[in-house]
Protein backbone atom coordinates (compact mmCIF):
# COMPACT_ATOMS: atom_id res chain seq x y z
CA UNK A 1 0.00 0.00 0.00
CA UNK A 2 1.47 3.82 -1.15
CA UNK A 3 0.66 5.79 1.42
CA UNK A 4 1.47 8.68 -0.47
CA UNK A 5 -1.11 7.92 -2.98
CA UNK A 6 -4.72 9.30 -2.83
CA UNK A 7 -8.13 8.33 -4.58
CA UNK A 8 -9.84 11.93 -4.80
CA UNK A 9 -13.38 11.25 -6.09
CA UNK A 10 -15.50 14.35 -7.20
CA UNK A 11 -19.27 14.21 -7.11
CA UNK A 12 -21.90 14.85 -9.65
CA UNK A 13 -23.68 13.95 -12.67
CA UNK A 14 -22.27 13.62 -16.11
CA UNK A 15 -22.62 15.46 -19.06
CA UNK A 16 -23.00 19.36 -20.26
CA UNK A 17 -26.34 19.66 -18.82
CA UNK A 18 -25.39 19.24 -15.53
CA UNK A 19 -21.37 20.86 -15.42
CA UNK A 20 -22.49 24.41 -13.91
CA UNK A 21 -24.86 22.56 -11.14
CA UNK A 22 -24.83 22.85 -7.86
CA UNK A 23 -24.39 19.32 -7.25
CA UNK A 24 -21.37 19.13 -9.57
CA UNK A 25 -19.05 21.58 -7.53
CA UNK A 26 -16.99 18.25 -6.83
CA UNK A 27 -16.16 17.89 -10.08
CA UNK A 28 -15.29 21.71 -10.46
CA UNK A 29 -12.79 21.35 -7.67
CA UNK A 30 -11.47 18.44 -9.98
CA UNK A 31 -10.81 20.02 -13.15
CA UNK A 32 -9.03 22.16 -11.32
CA UNK A 33 -6.87 20.29 -9.57
CA UNK A 34 -6.25 18.10 -12.80
CA UNK A 35 -5.42 22.08 -14.48
CA UNK A 36 -2.71 22.45 -11.74
CA UNK A 37 -1.45 18.82 -12.30
CA UNK A 38 -1.43 19.19 -16.35
CA UNK A 39 -2.85 15.75 -16.35
CA UNK A 40 -6.14 15.33 -18.75
CA UNK A 41 -8.88 12.79 -17.87
CA UNK A 42 -9.13 9.51 -19.61
CA UNK A 43 -11.78 7.20 -19.64
CA UNK A 44 -11.27 4.51 -17.11
CA UNK A 45 -12.71 0.86 -16.93
CA UNK A 46 -13.72 1.53 -13.53
CA UNK A 47 -16.89 3.74 -14.87
CA UNK A 48 -14.85 6.59 -14.15
CA UNK A 49 -12.86 9.44 -15.90
CA UNK A 50 -9.09 9.65 -14.15
CA UNK A 51 -6.23 11.42 -14.16
CA UNK A 52 -3.40 11.20 -12.62
CA UNK A 53 -0.51 13.58 -11.19
CA UNK A 54 1.40 15.12 -8.53
CA UNK A 55 0.62 18.84 -7.47
CA UNK A 56 4.35 19.14 -6.55
CA UNK A 57 7.76 17.42 -7.71
CA UNK A 58 8.11 14.77 -4.90
CA UNK A 59 4.57 15.33 -3.67
CA UNK A 60 1.93 12.60 -3.22
CA UNK A 61 0.37 11.34 -6.28
CA UNK A 62 -3.54 11.71 -6.46
CA UNK A 63 -5.64 9.97 -8.71
CA UNK A 64 -8.68 11.87 -9.47
CA UNK A 65 -11.74 10.32 -10.69
CA UNK A 66 -15.57 11.54 -12.02
CA UNK A 67 -17.83 8.73 -11.95
CA UNK A 68 -19.63 8.58 -15.41
CA UNK A 69 -22.60 7.70 -13.82
CA UNK A 70 -25.26 9.71 -11.73
CA UNK A 71 -24.13 11.08 -8.71
CA UNK A 72 -27.19 8.55 -6.54
CA UNK A 73 -24.84 5.27 -7.92
CA UNK A 74 -21.70 6.59 -7.57
CA UNK A 75 -20.51 3.91 -4.81
CA UNK A 76 -20.30 1.04 -7.68
CA UNK A 77 -17.28 3.04 -9.46
CA UNK A 78 -15.79 4.14 -6.37
CA UNK A 79 -15.54 0.73 -5.13
CA UNK A 80 -14.23 -0.18 -8.31
CA UNK A 81 -10.97 2.19 -8.03
CA UNK A 82 -10.17 1.67 -4.60
CA UNK A 83 -10.10 -2.15 -5.88
CA UNK A 84 -8.19 -0.88 -8.71
CA UNK A 85 -5.59 1.27 -7.28
CA UNK A 86 -5.28 -1.24 -3.47
CA UNK A 87 -6.35 1.64 -1.58
CA UNK A 88 -7.83 1.38 1.86
CA UNK A 89 -10.79 4.20 2.12
CA UNK A 90 -8.70 6.21 4.64
CA UNK A 91 -6.96 7.37 1.32
CA UNK A 92 -9.74 8.40 -0.18
CA UNK A 93 -10.93 12.03 -0.43
CA UNK A 94 -14.49 12.54 -1.69
CA UNK A 95 -15.27 16.35 -2.86
CA UNK A 96 -19.31 16.95 -2.55
CA UNK A 97 -21.84 19.13 -2.49
CA UNK A 98 -23.18 19.96 0.89
CA UNK A 99 -26.86 21.89 1.87
CA UNK A 100 -26.43 22.73 5.30
CA UNK A 101 -23.34 24.49 4.79
CA UNK A 102 -23.72 28.42 3.95
CA UNK A 103 -22.46 29.04 0.39
CA UNK A 104 -18.91 29.91 0.02
CA UNK A 105 -17.97 27.88 3.04
CA UNK A 106 -15.44 24.57 3.19
CA UNK A 107 -15.72 22.03 6.21
CA UNK A 108 -13.50 18.59 6.05
CA UNK A 109 -13.99 15.73 8.14
CA UNK A 110 -13.40 12.12 8.01
CA UNK A 111 -16.28 9.58 8.68
CA UNK A 112 -20.00 10.03 9.72
CA UNK A 113 -23.15 9.35 8.15
CA UNK A 114 -24.58 10.25 4.82
CA UNK A 115 -26.37 13.30 6.07
CA UNK A 116 -29.32 12.71 3.17
CA UNK A 117 -26.69 13.13 0.22
CA UNK A 118 -27.56 10.08 -2.02
CA UNK A 119 -23.98 9.94 -3.46
CA UNK A 120 -22.67 9.45 -0.04
CA UNK A 121 -25.25 6.77 1.22
CA UNK A 122 -24.12 4.74 -2.15
CA UNK A 123 -20.67 5.36 -1.37
CA UNK A 124 -20.95 4.11 2.07
CA UNK A 125 -23.39 1.28 1.16
CA UNK A 126 -20.70 -0.20 -1.71
CA UNK A 127 -17.45 0.32 -0.03
CA UNK A 128 -18.76 -1.15 3.68
CA UNK A 129 -17.88 2.02 5.27
CA UNK A 130 -18.24 6.12 6.17
CA UNK A 131 -14.53 6.53 7.22
CA UNK A 132 -12.98 8.34 4.28
CA UNK A 133 -12.57 11.87 4.53
CA UNK A 134 -14.88 14.60 2.77
CA UNK A 135 -14.27 18.05 1.32
CA UNK A 136 -17.82 19.45 2.07
CA UNK A 137 -18.52 22.43 -0.65
CA UNK A 138 -21.28 24.40 0.89
CA UNK A 139 -23.95 25.16 -1.74
CA UNK A 140 -26.36 26.76 1.18
CA UNK A 141 -29.95 26.17 1.39
CA UNK A 142 -32.79 26.12 -1.44
CA UNK A 143 -35.14 29.48 -1.26
CA UNK A 144 -38.18 29.68 -0.16
CA UNK A 145 -40.36 26.28 -0.89
CA UNK A 146 -38.16 25.08 -3.48
CA UNK A 147 -37.17 21.61 -2.86
CA UNK A 148 -33.43 20.34 -1.98
CA UNK A 149 -33.28 18.06 -5.11
CA UNK A 150 -34.79 21.12 -7.51
CA UNK A 151 -32.23 23.12 -5.89
CA UNK A 152 -29.21 21.66 -6.27
CA UNK A 153 -29.90 20.57 -9.79
CA UNK A 154 -29.69 24.53 -11.06
CA UNK A 155 -26.63 26.39 -11.75
CA UNK A 156 -25.18 28.80 -9.51
CA UNK A 157 -26.29 32.29 -9.66
CA UNK A 158 -24.52 34.91 -11.46
CA UNK A 159 -23.35 36.60 -8.33
CA UNK A 160 -22.85 33.07 -6.46
CA UNK A 161 -20.42 32.38 -10.03
CA UNK A 162 -18.63 35.49 -8.96
CA UNK A 163 -17.55 33.94 -5.65
CA UNK A 164 -17.52 30.09 -6.90
CA UNK A 165 -13.49 30.58 -8.39
CA UNK A 166 -12.44 31.40 -4.81
CA UNK A 167 -14.14 28.67 -3.28
CA UNK A 168 -12.86 26.29 -5.91
CA UNK A 169 -9.19 27.56 -5.18
CA UNK A 170 -9.59 26.84 -1.29
CA UNK A 171 -11.09 22.97 -1.31
CA UNK A 172 -8.58 22.43 -4.28
CA UNK A 173 -6.00 23.39 -1.51
CA UNK A 174 -7.41 21.85 1.08
CA UNK A 175 -7.63 18.63 -0.42
CA UNK A 176 -3.55 18.96 -1.65
CA UNK A 177 -2.67 19.75 2.20
CA UNK A 178 -5.02 16.99 3.15
CA UNK A 179 -2.69 14.67 1.17
CA UNK A 180 1.17 16.38 1.64
CA UNK A 181 0.17 16.84 5.29
CA UNK A 182 -2.88 15.47 6.67
CA UNK A 183 -6.57 16.63 7.48
CA UNK A 184 -5.92 18.25 10.52
CA UNK A 185 -3.19 20.69 9.29
CA UNK A 186 -6.18 20.80 6.02
CA UNK A 187 -9.02 21.83 8.77
CA UNK A 188 -6.38 24.53 10.34
CA UNK A 189 -6.43 26.47 7.26
CA UNK A 190 -9.63 25.83 5.98
CA UNK A 191 -11.81 24.78 7.65
CA UNK A 192 -15.18 27.06 8.55
CA UNK A 193 -15.89 27.19 11.97
CA UNK A 194 -19.00 25.61 13.30
Do not use: C
Amino acid sequence: MDENLWLVVGLGNPGPDYSGNRHNVGQMVLAQLAERMRANFKNHKTASSVAEGRSAPGGPKLILAKPNTFMNVSGGPVAALLRFYSLPPSQLIVVHDDLDIPFDTLKLKVGGGHGGHNGLRDIIAAIGTGDFVRVRMGVGRPPGRQSAADFVLHDFTSTERGVLPNILTDAADAIELIAADGLTAAQQRFHAPS
